[in-house]
């Protein structure tokens, strides 16, 4: 059952702060409206109007995608805390001990390259919210600093010796299942329950594929490359092909096909022929395949994996995407499989 009345999430208000720079982890925020028709969407929002006046720390939940920090950032734009800053950090993309300095700061001469005194982004996000992208990516020691911080409330940069108070809504996003990494040992329990007071599970585009034409009809209508002719519609047996694929990137990748498909059709209509391969002949899944007692798990998801890279032309982030994990849990599986090298550039393997 889908919602026509449905209201997408207003773009930011202009009084609303905005983190101030950049670094490879954390980025400034342009606020987009969220799409939707769907009932599973309609009732997700709804719990987002209900959970975003109270200050509870909320886990994100959803495969990669499927706009877990437009999520986080709804929730901002909803609470008391609207006009101080929203800071995002992604905590897969850096090492540890540049993380700790980009999260929490540090001291003058605490390092070599530490010149001057850097507040951290927690500090920096003081009266507002704290979103923190795959915090399943957190090591072991990162953790125990963070469990620290939410419970004291306070940090302590790199080098210093004195706390620095720090009052944030805590938002933090993962599509890991973090109760099987607590079981594995991989994630501290007790911050596990400190930072899921709310979970909220963003669905896969798979599941909200009445969405699909407005999301198709958004992304074309509004591109950001001044130079693509934008407005162009597609046509209806094009649509149902659209509709009909699965989307395993999400939205990211619904966005990607959109602005290709912008930049690379010729008429004002995109027709069928139009699509890329991938979406008008999907590999058909095979549901008969028995099980084989010469294969490992191991070797099957190596095979898989390598079978993506194949499929997205040796393109790492894409073939991330697509399978649901981060860029460096790529890195990690094809330097285990000794493959990096010839994945090493965004190209066909060599054969």
Same mark, same amino acid.
């Given at each position: ?176 299942? *973090? ?25 896969? %585009? ?34 149902? %092909? ?18 290709? %498909? ?37 070797? *099957? ?28 849990? %790529? ?21």
């Amino acid at each position: 059952m889908s919602n026509d009345n449905a209201s997408p999430i207003l773009p930011t208000p202009q009084n609303s702060k905005q983190i101030m720079w950049q670094t490879p982890a954390a980025k400034i925020i342009e606020q987009k409206p969220i799409i939707y028709k769907s009932d599973v969407m309609v009732q997700l929002m709804k719990m987002i109007e209900r959970v975003a006046a109270s200050n509870a720390n909320i886990l994100v939940l959803g495969e990669s995608g499927t706009g877990k920090e437009l999520i986080a950032h709804a929730v901002h734009e909803r609470s008391q805390r609207k006009s101080r800053p929203f800071v995002a950090i992604n905590c897969g993309a850096l090492r540890e001990t540049l993380l700790e300095s980009e999260l929490f700061g540090h001291e003058k001469g605490s390092f070599t390259g530490a010149y001057q005194k850097k507040i951290g982004l927690a500090e920096a996000a003081s009266g507002g919210t704290l979103f923190l992208d795959e915090i399943g990516e957190l090591s072991p020691a990162i953790q125990a600093k963070l469990l620290r911080f939410i419970q004291e409330g306070e940090v302590y940069r790199v080098g210093g010796k004195d706390p620095v108070k720090v009052d944030i809504r805590l938002i933090c996003a993962t599509n890991r299942d *973090l109760e099987k990494e607590v079981q594995l040992g991989n994630f501290r329990e007790d911050l596990y329950y400190r930072i899921n007071t709310i979970v909220a599970s963003v669905p896969p %585009l798979r599941r909200r594929k009445e969405d699909i034409p407005a999301l198709v009809n958004h992304f074309l209508a509004a591109h950001s490359h001044t130079y693509v002719s934008r407005g162009r519609q597609m046509d209806e047996e094009a649509m149902k %092909l659209m509709v009909g694929y699965d989307w395993p990137g999400n939205i990211r990748e619904l966005q990607n096909v959109c602005e290709r %498909l912008q930049i690379l059709s010729e008429g004002h209509v995109i027709m069928l022929n139009d699509l890329p391969d991938n979406v008008r002949s999907p590999e058909k899944k095979d549901e008969t395949a028995e099980y084989d007692p010469t294969i490992t798990l191991g070797e *099957l998801e190596k095979r898989y994996i390598l079978k993506a890279l194949g499929h997205f032309d040796g393109n790492k982030t894409q073939a991330a995407n697509a399978l649901g994990i981060t860029i460096k849990t %790529l890195y990690n599986k094809l330097h285990e499989y000794g493959e990096f090298e010839k994945f090493a550039v965004h190209q066909k393997p060599v054969k």
